[in-house]
């Protein structure tokens, strides 16, 4: 009896992202585990582009049903925060009560991310200590990596969220964190 | 019988919140649906802000579970896509097999924002029209609001996916395209 991991990313939008996940399956693999990736069903032929997203999107859901196990990078793309695709796959897998892992490859907080990359410092606090951006946005100050609902849906099931740094120019690519849910989901479901 | 709906959107970061919630909540009441929103619950007292951020996250999950439809403000939030706590919920949402509507006050697509807001325009297209930003990645290309998971979950549930312009200014606050999840909700449901 093998336990199926779904690889959640925005790998899916780099130039190799058949490389990068035919890797992640290898090493997922090589830790015991049977992998299943966007792009591991052929999409069927539709006459639009719109069709077309939503067979891909219906092939996603149908791997994530077949999958025990959620390991989502969670890194910031295309601005601060995780891509809202792997977002929407955690919450996902967090409903029908899978294990869920994820990782980051920036360690800096939402609230670091936010006040410098997106408000460029501009913030502010009141009285009770509560932050607003420049715009009178509130800032959410939980010393978490992301939106609470993320990190909460992977903490409260048990799961993982590893979160560190990596060298420069490895951010969407670097593969540490997810070697370490990897590591840590095979120890807990696999001996 | 009345059927609970969850309120979703990054309006929680208002400096009104409350007073937005209640606005839609009322609203959701008016079309007939018993509304469930972030913020409904107490949150009980924790150490850490942390332990905080985890128990409201269990809070949203638990109404949510309660709920028989979502309706997602997916209008984008601080960058170029909706907002990653509620993409989540939608996704968890989804999973549940419950009724998914979701709404973006910014008509322009994915495809559009994505290369006018985030690559000021510096995008390629390589001879099978396959679209790429200034640093390689690729850009989803599918006549979506967003990416094809969030829409993907919506259609293939028989739900709507409302995506109007409103007036400058109020992109996180106009409820035209909130009051049409509720009307076609509504007459779906309810009658």
Redesign the interface.
Known sequence: MTMKVYLAGPEV???N?KEVLAHKSELARAAGFTPLAPGDLEIPRTD???E???A???I??QL?LASDLIIANLTPF????????T??????????GRQVYGYTNVAASYLER?SRD?YKGMINSDASGKL?GSD?????????A????????I??RGGVFVRKAVPDGRV?TDLAGFKECLILAAEKYLR
């Open positions: 939008f780099l130039s992202a639009s582009k719109y077309r997203g939503i891909i999107s219906a996603d859901e994530m295309r601005g601060i925060s995780a891509d809202v695709g977002s929407f796959e955690l919450g996902f897998m967090c409903a029908l936010t997106y607003t009178g946005l509130s800032i959410e100050d939980f010393d978490m992301d939106n609470l609902m993320l990190e909460g849906g903490i409260s969407l």
